[in-house]
C-alpha cells in the first residue's frame, strides 16, 4: 500500500528527467540560493592595514 503523499513512479520519472534537464542547462539556480560573499576585498584589506597597524602600535609600545 502507497502512501498517497508519493507521487506515482511515472511522475517521479518526469520529475528526475526535468531536474536532470534544468541542471544541464543551468537553469536549476535560483538567484536566492546565491549568496554574496560576506566581505568584499576591499573590506578585507582595510581590517588587515589596520590589524598591521594595530600590532606595530603594541609592539612599538612595548619596546
Known amino acids: 500500500m502507497s502512501s ?3 507521487p506515482p513512479p511515472d511522475a517521479s ?3 528526475a ?3 536532470h534537464i534544468a541542471q544541464e542547462a ?3 539556480q ?3 540560493s546565491q549568496v554574496p560573499p560576506r566581505y568584499g576585498a576591499f573590506t578585507v584589506t582595510t ?3 589596520i590589524l ?3 600590532v606595530a ?3 612599538w609600545i612595548i619596546i
Open 47 to 49: 581590517l588587515g592595514v
Open 26 to 28: 543551468g537553469l536549476d
Open 13 to 15: 520519472r518526469i520529475d
Open 30 to 32: 535560483d538567484l536566492e
Open 52 to 54: 598591521v597597524l594595530m
Open 17 to 19: 528527467q526535468n531536474r
Open 57 to 59: 602600535a603594541v609592539i
Open 4 to 6: 498517497p503523499v508519493s
